[in-house]
């Protein structure tokens, strides 16, 4: 029986990394990240477009540099790097927004996996107030609070993720661990390369 993760074009447990200079594969993270924001699909409203929105909007700026400057741009770093050589600063920004909508799904699938006796709408409320909320401002954050609100239940969640729960447990947890390593880097990376964005 297949399930959400079985049908992912792709998964960051996926993505190469360099273990020595942990440096980020960018083609094998934008096509993770595209499948990530599918994600979202599953939580069933209207409310979460907005979180869509923003996630594809800077996937969108990244691929443009990737492809604006390819043979530069192999690796998330290298494409930060050519990138702010250059003067230009779109596609880093991309990427530290990207990673902060990262960020916040991975706190929230983590709290959720940790905490299961609490709902959709605590453990997502709870992500959004430990990192999002800090970088949006008055008229963004009630947006992404009500978006918050509108989880389903979390067996509804879970039985969209799979019929084999014992199955879509362990893929979750696999699939989670490996995008807590990328965001973990990229946040180390981002504080140092973007600090002026």
């Not at 993770?32 to 599918?38: C, G, H, M």
């Not at 969108?60 to 604006?68: E, G, L, Q």
């Not at 709902?119 to 990192?131: G, I, P, V, W």
């Amino acid at each position: 029986m297949s399930t959400f993760f079985d049908e992912m074009k792709a998964s960051f447990e996926d993505v190469p990394v360099d273990d020595a200079s942990k440096k980020i594969d960018t083609t094998a993270f934008l096509e993770a990240s595209e499948s990530l924001v599918k994600l979202f699909d599953l939580l069933g409203n209207s409310a979460f477009t907005v979180v869509q929105k923003d996630l594809t909007g800077n996937i969108t700026k990244i691929r443009k540099r990737y492809t604006a400057a390819t043979t530069e741009s192999a690796t998330l770093q290298d494409l930060v790097q050519n990138e702010r050589g250059s003067g230009h600063k779109s596609a880093s920004e991309g990427l530290l927004w990207l990673n902060r909508g990262l960020q916040f799904t991975a706190q929230a699938l983590r709290e959720t996996v940790d905490h299961p006796e609490l709902e959709l709408t605590k453990t997502f409320t709870d992500a959004y107030s430990k990192t999002l909320t800090k970088y949006h401002g008055m008229l963004i954050r009630p947006v992404f609070k009500l978006a918050m609100k509108a989880c389903p239940y979390r067996k509804d969640f879970f039985a969209k993720l799979g019929a084999d729960q014992e199955k879509v447990h362990k893929q979750l947890l696999a699939w989670l661990t490996a995008l807590e390593k990328i965001v973990a880097i990229l946040l180390d990376f981002l504080g140092t390369a973007c600090k002026d964005l």
